[in-house]
C-alpha cells in the first residue's frame, strides 16, 4: 500500500512538473511573439531595388567656353599673351578713375576702388572673312559672388600690330550669359543664353516679356551672327532661339521687333 501512495505521489509531481514547463515555454513563445510585433520592418527589397535619393546637378553655362574647342591656331596672333596684356573697360564697366586696365598673370585682383578681373580662355577663328584668324578674348568679372558676367575682346593683326575691332559684355548665365562664341563663313556667331538675346553696340539686349528664370538653369539661348564691314561688326538679320531641354524643337526667329541690322560693334 506504502509503495502505492508513493507511485501515485511520484506521478502526481511528474504531471505537475510537465504542466509548469508547458506554461513556461508558452509564455516565452509568447514573450517572443510580442517582441516580434515591435520590431521595425526590415526592406525586403533586393539592394539593386531600394531608391536612392540622388544630389541634384546643374549643368554647367561655361561648358563650351572652357572646353578647348578652337583655342589653337596657326596665325600669328596665337603667339600674343593674353593674360598680360592691356585693355578698354566696355561701357557702364570702368573704374571710376581709369578707362583701361592690364591683366597679369591672367588676374586683375578686386579691390574697393577698382574692379576684378581674370582670363577664362581665347578662343580663334576668322571673323573678317580674310582667310587670317582673329582672336576672341573672354575675360570675366569678379564679382565676389556666384554670378558670372563676361567681357569679350575681338583683336585682330594689322602689320604685326594687335588692333582690338570689337569688344562687348554679356550677361550672368541665363541672363545673357555667354554660351559661345566662335567664326564661321568669316563672320562671328554669338550664342548668348535667353530668349532673343543678342548684342547691340558693347552690351546685350535686355530681357523680354516672360524670359525670367533661375540664373543657374537657363532654358533657351540665342544664336546671332555678326559681319566685318570693314570698321564694324553688323549684326544680320536671323537671330534665332533655342529650346536647351528640346534638341529636337525647331528655333524661333527674331522674337521681338528689333530692327534687323543694328552696328554690332565699332572699332576704337
Known amino acids: 500500500m506504502k509503495n502505492f501512495i508513493k507511485l501515485q505521489g511520484f506521478c502526481f509531481f511528474s504531471i505537475l512538473l510537465v504542466i509548469f514547463s508547458a506554461c513556461g515555454k508558452f509564455e516565452e513563445n509568447s514573450l517572443q511573439t510580442a517582441k516580434s510585433e515591435f520590431q521595425p520592418k526590415q526592406n525586403t527589397l533586393p539592394d539593386e531595388e531600394i531608391p536612392v535619393e540622388k544630389e541634384q546637378t ?37 573704374d571710376a578713375d581709369n578707362k583701361e586696365f592690364t591683366l597679369e598673370d591672367g588676374k586683375r585682383p578686386i579691390s574697393k576702388e577698382r574692379i576684378g578681373l581674370s582670363h577664362i580662355t581665347t578662343k580663334y577663328g576668322d571673323a573678317t572673312g580674310d582667310g587670317i584668324d582673329e582672336a576672341f578674348v573672354v575675360l570675366k568679372i569678379e564679382t565676389g559672388g556666384g554670378s558670372l558676367p563676361q567681357i569679350v575682346y575681338v583683336f585682330t593683326l594689322k602689320e604685326a600690330e594687335t588692333e582690338l575691332i570689337w569688344h562687348f559684355r554679356t550677361g550672368d548665365r541665363a541672363d545673357g550669359g555667354l554660351k559661345r562664341i566662335f567664326a564661321a563663313k568669316g563672320e562671328i556667331f554669338v550664342e548668348l543664353f535667353g530668349q532673343d538675346r543678342y548684342i547691340l553696340g558693347e552690351v546685350e539686349t535686355m530681357r523680354i516679356d516672360g524670359d525670367i528664370e533661375q540664373p543657374c538653369c537657363p532654358t533657351h539661348f540665342t544664336r546671332s551672327n555678326y559681319k566685318w564691314n570693314g570698321s564694324n561688326f553688323i549684326l544680320q538679320g536671323r537671330r534665332e532661339t533655342f529650346s536647351t531641354k528640346d534638341e529636337n524643337a525647331p528655333p524661333v526667329e527674331n522674337m521681338t521687333n528689333q530692327p534687323e541690322k543694328e552696328k554690332g560693334g565699332r572699332k576704337k
Request: no cysteine.
Open 58 to 94: 546643374f549643368p554647367n553655362p561655361q561648358a563650351e567656353i572652357l572646353s578647348n574647342e578652337n583655342t589653337l591656331t596657326t596665325s600669328l596672333i596665337g603667339q600674343i599673351d593674353f593674360k598680360n596684356f592691356p585693355y578698354p573697360f566696355p561701357r557702364g564697366w570702368q
